[in-house]
Antibody, heavy 124, light 107 residues
């Protein structure tokens, strides 16, 4: 059973860089896309970006200028850096696996495994 | 970006009733790119439906998905106590997006 676990500081000061790591266990990080998704308190879900095990990335256009996602296949980990944070970046941050595979209607994509989430608060 | 609009915002129903949740896209979404998730308080979302109508592993058959183009539906045939939660639709395009969610609450 694949498990994902987020780790990193729970408090970040405004204008600084938020850094989180997701450790994948119970399966290889290879051959999948790995994603970061966030959820402000009491609000909905926002996709931040994803990285393929090869290192190619795709970011939410609204966050692209501030986001970097990287991967370390030797450690089965991938990471998120979000720069110049403000209070609006306060959220629960989830890592998730984006799985692609053949289904009844073609080639399907969905986020099939999620970490438990970690709350990051931006405050001085 | 494709905007997903879910309705209603809140659905108040009793156990054993049928729930019908709607997800409308601002432009056509390939059926293979539409998924549904369930989220309970303090928990991560859980994948229910992918490819618009395929149930994820371990999901009971009272959950079903349908639709195509810009209109998709999640149906829970008979609500069980554990089904009261928030449900999100999501599309995978060049930039994945989620709907705003529908809360299914106990009437």
């Amino acid at each position: 059973q694949v498990q994902l676990q987020e780790s990193g500081p729970g408090l970040v000061k405004p204008s600084e860089t938020l850094s989180l790591t997701c450790t994948v266990s119970g399966g290889s990080i290879s051959s999948y896309y790995w994603s970061w998704i966030r959820q402000p308190p009491g609000k909905g879900l926002e996709w931040i970006g994803y990285i393929y095990y090869s290192g190619s990335t795709n970011y939410n256009p609204s966050l692209k200028s501030r986001v970097t996602i990287s991967i370390d296949t030797s450690k089965n980990q991938f990471s998120l850096k979000l720069s110049s944070v403000t209070a609006a970046d306060t959220a629960v941050y989830y890592c998730a696996r984006l799985k692609g595979g053949y289904c009844s209607v073609g080639f399907c994509y969905s986020f099939d495994y999620w970490g438990q989430g970690t709350l990051v608060t931006v405050s001085s | 970006d494709i905007v997903l609009t879910q309705s209603p915002g809140t659905l108040s129903l009793s156990p054993r009733e049928r729930a019908t949740l709607s997800c409308r896209a601002s432009q056509s979404v390939g059926s293979s790119y539409l998924a549904w998730y369930q989220q309970k308080p303090g928990q991560a979302p859980r994948l229910l439906i992918y490819g618009a109508s395929s149930r994820a592993t371990g999901i009971p058959d009272r959950f079903s998905g349908s639709g195509s183009g810009t209109d998709f539906t999640l149906t829970i045939s008979r609500l069980e106590p554990e089904d009261f939660a928030v449900y999100y639709c999501q599309q995978y395009g060049s930039s994945p997006t989620f709907g705003g969610g529908t809360k299914v609450e106990i009437k």
